[in-house]
């Protein structure tokens, strides 16, 4: 099985900055793509940026220029650089991996990820 534990989120007023992390753990397997989704309240979950292992990126339009979306392939964590935040992002924010063989730019849909994690709250204050 695998565990993923993701950390950082809290309480910030507009414009201010997180880090989130997330860190996969368990059986040995390869990471073949990392991502962040969020969910607002009566809102679906969305893609907020993903990666692969050779370090392709992709992006929501809404983040493109603020958030950076970075991962350890030693340490198998990935990490999402959030700036100049808005009332907007307030969200629950979920890391997802995926271990399945997975070739081409990063997975944007949510089925296509295999594990995720508890998700971490990232509130955006005006």
């Known amino acids: 099985q695998v565990q993923l534990v993701d950390s950082g989120g809290g309480l910030v007023q507009a414009g201010g900055s997180l880090r989130l992390s997330c860190a996969a753990s368990?059986?040995?397997?390869?990471?073949?793509?990392m991502g962040w989704f969020r969910q607002a309240p009566g809102k679906q979950r969305e893609l907020v940026a993903a990666?692969?292992?050779?370090?392709?990126?992709n992006y929501a339009d809404s983040v493109k220029g603020r958030f950076t979306i970075s991962r350890d392939n030693a340490k198998n964590t990935v990490y999402l650089q959030m700036n100049s935040l808005k009332p907007e992002d307030t969200a629950v924010y979920y890391c997802?991996?995926?271990?399945?063989?997975?070739?081409?730019?990063?997975?944007?849909?949510?089925?296509?990820?295999?594990?995720w994690g508890q998700g971490t709250q990232v509130t955006v204050s005006s």
């Open positions: 990666i692969t292992s050779g370090g392709s990126t």
């Open positions: 997802a991996i995926r271990v399945r063989l997975w070739v081409g730019a990063p997975p944007l849909k949510g089925y296509n990820y295999d594990y």
């Open positions: 368990g059986r040995t397997f390869t990471t073949y793509a």
